[in-house]
């Protein structure tokens, strides 16, 4: 495993809101950790988070840590439009939950998996003007950290081969 493989996590982040607010020109606002106070929201808007990094006990051999990085998107619909801001959050959801399965977004992760689509709360107080629902996916697997391979020379000499199940294996 080399550094190629190591996960950017703003440049991950600044992919994902090009990627949403380009496939969804109709949103007015695309962005991530805005501050929920605000009462202003420019609507529909589409409000991203990276919501929780899982730690993998598998052991890269590397001293890198994978994760899994779980993100969500609030899809925030004014309720002035009736039943049809009821009936758009919905369609946009599953629009949005469609374009994102799947999806790399051009970062080294792998393929987006949705966990969920629903009706979110994050702000009670605000629920009679906005009708929203939240998005949620996950990458398996991300990568973080300096690769000690690649550090080999300032540890001292790198090895010419190593063992693996048995096997020689011949450094390249």
């Given at each position: 495993?080399?550094?190629?493989?190591k996960?950017?996590?703003?440049?991950?982040h600044?992919?994902?809101?090009?990627?949403?607010?380009?496939?969804?020109?109709?949103?007015?606002v695309?962005?991530?950790y805005r501050?929920?106070?605000?009462?202003?929201?420019?609507?529909p808007?589409?409000?991203?988070?990276?919501e929780e990094?899982?730690?993998?006990?598998?052991?890269?051999?590397?001293?890198?840590?994978?994760?899994?990085?779980?993100?969500?998107?609030?899809?925030v619909?004014s309720?002035?439009?009736?039943?049809?801001?009821?009936?758009?959050?919905?369609?946009?959801?599953?629009?949005?939950?469609?374009?994102?399965?799947?999806?790399?977004?051009?970062?080294?992760?792998?393929?987006a998996?949705?966990?969920?689509?629903g009706?979110?709360?994050?702000?009670?107080?605000?629920?009679?003007?906005?009708?929203?629902w939240?998005v949620?996916?996950h990458?398996?697997?991300?990568?973080?950290g300096?690769?000690?391979w690649?550090?080999?020379d300032?540890a001292?000499?790198?090895p010419?081969?190593?063992i693996?199940?048995?096997?020689?294996?011949?450094a390249?």
């Amino acid at each position: 495993m080399n550094d190629s493989l190591k996960t950017d996590l703003r440049d991950l982040h600044q992919r994902i809101r090009d990627a949403v607010a380009s496939r969804f020109p109709a949103f007015k606002v695309v962005e991530f950790y805005r501050d929920e106070e605000s009462e202003d929201l420019p609507t529909p808007a589409c409000l991203l988070e990276l919501e929780e990094m899982e730690y993998h006990e598998e052991d890269l051999g590397t001293d890198q840590i994978m994760v899994s990085l779980r993100f969500s998107a609030r899809l925030v619909f004014s309720r002035e439009g009736g039943p049809d801001g009821l009936l758009n959050v919905r369609l946009a959801a599953s629009d949005v939950a469609a374009f994102i399965n799947k999806n790399r977004f051009g970062g080294r992760v792998f393929p987006a998996r949705v966990l969920s689509c629903g009706t979110d709360f994050f702000r009670p107080d605000l629920t009679d003007r906005y009708a929203i629902w939240r998005v949620e996916w996950h990458h398996e697997q991300a990568i973080f950290g300096v690769n000690s391979w690649d550090q080999a020379d300032a540890a001292g000499p790198s090895p010419k081969s190593i063992i693996v199940n048995g096997e020689q294996i011949n450094a390249s």
